[in-house]
């Protein structure tokens, strides 16, 4: 069974930055695509960040110039650098993986943003 696993939320303040890591159990090089998305109380999930296997990214427009995404092919992991965090990125951050019709998410780690 592939499994992701997220890591590296927490609470900031505002304007700080935090890390989040994907691990994968399944070559993430040979997905689809990765990516991460993120929801907030009462509100749905919405894309953050995906990057397809040739590297291609698509962005949340509000997180732009913020958050920069990479991959490290040794350690099989994704990251999410996150910074000038806002109290508006609040929200569970989950990590997503898309091998062929298998489609795979994370448990989600909480990301708090304090103002």
């Known amino acids: 069974q592939v499994q992701v696993v997220e890591s590296g939320g927490g609470l900031v303040q505002a304007g700080g930055s935090l890390r989040l890591s994907c691990s994968a159990s399944?070559?993430?090089?040979?997905?689809?695509?990765m990516g991460w998305y993120r929801q907030a109380p009462g509100k749905q999930r919405e894309l953050v960040v995906d990057?397809?296997?040739?590297?291609?990214?698509n962005w949340l427009d509000t997180v732009k110039g913020r958050f920069t995404i990479s991959r490290d092919y040794a350690k099989n992991t994704m990251y999410l650098q996150m910074n000038s965090l806002k109290p508006e990125d609040t929200a569970v951050y989950y990590c997503?993986?898309?091998?062929?019709?298998?489609?795979?998410w994370g448990q989600g780690t909480q990301v708090t943003v304090s103002s």
């Open positions: 990057i397809t296997r040739a590297g291609r990214t």
């Open positions: 399944r070559n993430m090089f040979e997905a689809n695509a």
């Open positions: 997503n993986g898309h091998w062929g019709s298998l489609d795979v």
